[in-house]
């Protein structure tokens, strides 16, 4: 952020409170006090880098679906997929069982690629002889998406007999094949996975990735070879479900053998409520033996800071101003003492991260809730838009009188709660916003707004940059959807709260010290796995998203121990994550780098920086 220079009195501010910080909290925060190792990531050329796409053949996909089943699951699971693919620059032609009956499309240009099969019921499943061609003897995948009783091709998928659903559905999930690092090393609990699946038989050919943990061994998901290709089984009913996309992907790519996909590489690490008003006096549920406000200075702020310099990890934090339901005029902060801690808490972070709004208030900007809403969030409705606008408005002005930097390009709906309407005044108080960081693709129940990593469908302008993941010490279930956004589109994208160990539910009964350890270890881990993820912040993010998704992207790999890429218009470096069987054994001979390898999961990363890469085999 641009920095102003400050009146002669809040300097003054400053020195006391840095003689306060020299006797009241460890040495490793004061150094982060008077520092200024601000970072900016290069990932803009000074010039858009264009090339041709060659018609030829390249890695295609075919995702064929039964728009007559009577589940709708299927449509969920089609749209759900082939975003998938879109984030991850795979090509893919979408059609109906009858678009394809009647055009009877050529499969050849699929071969470095897989057909998707996207339904319940198969029966009319046409062209069979066709699809089974494409594999046998074209080497195409076959992927199945949706567990089928009744399809004709069960027996090519390596089912043996007739099948029947499971009598009781299984529960949990536990991965037998690496599939992608941090992902396939979860095993998923009852309550994130309830599977709808066949009670098989399978043949001795077939090599079982995924299976139940209760009751123990049903397959999920399973491979076998067929003639020079393959196919792929989910014998589930999971993949219209977002946090699954990372594994469809991922498994897909690798069971075509090689193949590669694009991906941003980004890590933002959020804060919620921070800096926020905090008073001399204890919260309910405040078992640190501290004040509000001494924990924050003493513990908090230090320790968060530390594993910030530790891993090179950047915060982008949502500011709130007062902890009040106000919804009608005037709107005011209240100075109850809690101004030193807030001017270096926002002093921390303007120095390496982003500040962001998260409101005046913490009240959803939002004129009406369901009574189910309103039980869950407390909020009151605001009476008016004209209200909404005054308390941003509000927001604006204690920005300027407070923070004394740009105002803000990103906003954190409290609760993830945003209407249009709120919506609509914000973008009045702050029209330079870049972007908006809500949830994740959830349902949206609850008023929730649900967000993809694609531009604001009301202001396109502005993207969307949703945290997927919280809390600092996630269990298994929480990993795998960190793992998996990684998996499909090379982002990590986190939140906490300053004041979670206060909560039971959040901070999951922990001490602070058990929570910063495992926040200290997840942060850790994401580096040590990915250290291709540049730290970023969110608006950096959106600016790199919006470059992204310029790009076009065409990959061929029909030349043995060769990868050709070409990207256009590549307006910044763009990754990609290749499958081989031996990651040392590659080089580029153009346009880019190899960042990372992976030996285990036969991964490597490269940063592309021209409009044609060559990637082969060291010779």
Do not use: C
Not at 30 to 48: A, I, L, N
Not at 481 to 486: A, I, N, R, T
């Amino acid at each position: 952020m641009r920095k102003t220079k400050l009146p002669v009195w809040r300097v003054a501010v400053y020195a006391i409170l840095l003689i306060v910080l020299a006797l009241t909290i460890p040495t490793r925060v004061q150094e982060w006090v008077g520092s200024d190792k601000r970072w900016s990531p290069e990932f803009e050329f000074t010039h858009s880098k264009q090339t041709v796409l060659p018609d030829a053949p390249h890695q295609r996909y075919l995702l064929l679906y039964n728009a007559e089943d009577r589940i709708a699951e299927t449509k969920a699971t089609r749209d759900n997929l082939a975003m998938a693919m879109s984030y991850g620059k795979l090509p893919v032609d979408v059609m109906s069982f009858a678009e394809y009956r009647q055009l009877n499309t050529p499969l050849d240009q699929y071969a470095q690629g897989a057909i998707i099969l996207v339904a319940e019921q198969q029966a009319n499943l046409p062209h069979v002889e066709n699809i089974k061609r494409y594999v046998t003897e074209q080497g195409g995948l076959l992927v199945n998406t949706i567990r089928s009783s009744d399809s004709p091709i069960n027996s090519f998928m390596g089912i043996l007999g007739s099948v029947d659903f499971a009598p009781t559905a299984p529960t949990g999930l536990r991965w037998t094949e690496k599939i992608y690092p941090g992902l396939s090393e979860q095993t998923l609990s009852a309550e994130r996975v309830t599977s709808s699946s066949l009670e098989v038989q399978l043949s001795s050919q077939v090599n079982v990735w995924a299976e139940s943990v209760e009751p123990s061994g049903i397959p999920y998901l399973w491979r076998m070879e067929q003639g020079k290709g393959g196919v792929l089984y989910w014998n589930t009913l999971l993949l219209h479900e977002s946090v699954m996309r990372g594994a469809f992907v991922q498994s897909m790519i690798k069971a075509q053998g090689d193949g590669a996909k694009a991906t941003i590489g980004g890590q933002v690490w959020f804060i919620d409520d921070f800096p926020s008003p905090a008073y001399n006096r204890v919260s309910e549920g405040n078992l640190t033996g501290m004040t509000d406000y001494d924990f924050r200075l003493k513990r908090w702020d230090p320790d968060m800071q530390e594993i910030a310099k530790k891993y090179g990890v950047r915060y982008s934090v949502g500011t709130i101003f007062m902890y009040s339901d106000r919804v009608t005029p005037p709107f005011e902060v209240l100075h109850e003492g809690q101004q030193l801690l807030f001017d270096l808490e926002v002093k921390l972070i303007e120095d390496s991260g982003e500040i962001g709004l998260h409101g005046f208030n913490h009240q959803s900007l939002n004129l009406s809730y369901t009574p189910e809403e309103q039980e869950l969030y407390g909020y009151r409705p605001w009476p008016s838009e004209q209200a909404m606008l005054q308390s941003l408005l509000a927001a604006r002005n204690t920005w300027k009188a407070e923070i004394h930097s740009q105002l803000p390009t990103m906003y954190i709906p409290p609760s993830n709660v945003l209407s249009k309407e709120g919506k609509d005044q914000l973008l009045k108080a702050f029209p330079d916003l870049k972007t908006i960081s809500s949830l994740y693709a959830t349902s949206g129940k609850q008023g929730e707004l649900a967000q993809e990593f694609l531009p604001d469908p009301d202001y396109p302008q502005v993207m969307g940059t949703p945290r997927a993941t919280s809390g600092y010490s996630p269990e298994a279930d929480e990993l795998s959807d960190l793992y998996s956004l990684v998996a499909t589109l090379g982002i990590v994208s986190h939140f906490n709260h300053p004041d979670d160990v206060f909560s039971d539910e959040r901070g999951k009964g922990m001490t602070w010290d058990k929570l910063r350890d495992g926040f200290d270890r997840l942060v850790q881990d994401v580096n040590l796995r990915f250290s291709w993820l540049q730290p970023l912040t969110a608006s950096e993010l959106s600016d790199k998203l919006r470059l992204y998704h310029q790009t076009q992207v065409q990959i061929d790999r029909s030349q043995a121990g060769r990868l050709t890429a070409y990207l256009t218009p590549l307006k910044g470096p763009v990754y990609l994550e290749v499958r081989v069987a031996a990651p040392h054994d590659w080089d580029v001979k153009a346009g880019g780098k190899i960042v990372s390898r992976n030996e285990e999961y036969g991964l490597l990363w490269v940063e592309v920086t021209e409009p044609m890469l060559v990637l082969e085999v060291a010779k």
